[in-house]
């Protein structure tokens, strides 16, 4: 497990390549995703242990509705399955969900388990889980924007922050991409300005423990300067003030 120090509270994980984990074993593309999600409840029962507390994952971008139309059906399958099965458990463990990107386009049954989940582990306090579904960096940063501008509010970097939607939480220390590509595809795009960025070449449904924990390390031993000298860091806790 990595070391105590220097230990990121918050990460953000881009769980890519399940359709290539499937397809490798020439099973459907729709297999892959399943066995996403037992990966993310793995990572997730792993996390209060190494001292995390929020963990944000991208489920599904604004521009995967452009897959084929049995995939995004499937996906949303998917979603609504996991929200009655996990859900009881999540609240069991002490987890919060909350569930960060537009509800157009989701069904009645999706928004209203999406919903329950959220009030029904509102009051958990031992890890929170944001699930990105239906987001994009673009749309978080335009509709807050159109938001402001509508309320005559002027816009500044501070009521930005305020008015995005992950605005409740503090910005992800550590961004974690698998499946071995090296971008943010529309992810988190103001919250990660000082993120620190870390590229697994594993495929999301093979991502694990000793995988985070490499993760970790990597992250323990980076210099966060935030636009400072590293002279200046020198014997200090580094913040962003
Ligand atoms: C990520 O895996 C999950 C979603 C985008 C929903 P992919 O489905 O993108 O997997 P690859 O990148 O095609 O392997
Ligand atoms: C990003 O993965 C979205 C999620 C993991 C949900 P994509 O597979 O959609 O990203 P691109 O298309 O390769 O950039
Ligand atoms: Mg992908």
Redesign the pocket.
């Known amino acids: 497990m990595a070391e105590l120090h220097n230990v990121p509270r918050h990460i953000a994980i881009?769980?890519?390549g399940n359709g290539r984990w499937a397809s490798k074993r020439f099973l459907p593309r729709i297999a892959g995703h399943n066995r996403g999600v037992e990966t993310l409840k793995r990572i997730i029962s792993a996390c209060p242990s190494r001292h995390i507390d929020t963990v944000t994952v991208?489920?599904?971008?604004s521009?995967?509705w452009n897959r084929p139309v049995e995939e995004v059906s499937g996906l949303m399958d998917i979603l609504a399955m996991a929200l009655s099965r996990e859900v009881p458990k999540l609240q069991r463990d002490g987890v919060r969900l909350r569930f960060v990107g537009s509800r157009e386009g989701l069904s009645e049954r999706v928004k209203k388990g999406l919903e329950d989940a959220e009030a029904l582990t509102a009051g958990n306090t031992l890890l929170s889980l944001n699930v990105?579904f239906n987001y994009g960096g673009r749309w978080d940063i335009a509709s807050a924007a159109a938001r402001l501008a509508a309320a005559g509010t002027p816009i500044t970097e501070l009521s930005l922050s305020q008015a995005l939607s992950l605005s409740f939480c503090s910005d992800p220390d550590l961004l974690i991409r698998t499946?071995n590509?090296m971008?943010l595809?529309n992810?988190l795009l103001w919250q990660s300005a000082y993120t620190e960025l870390y590229f697994s070449e594993l495929l999301w449904p093979d991502f694990d423990e000793a995988a985070l924990d490499a993760a970790l390390s990597d992250y323990a031993s980076r210099e966060r300067r935030f636009g400072k000298t590293s002279d200046q860091l020198v014997g200090k806790s580094v913040t962003k003030a």
């Open positions: 881009v769980m890519d991208f489920a599904f971008s521009e995967n990105c499946g590509e971008r595809s992810f």
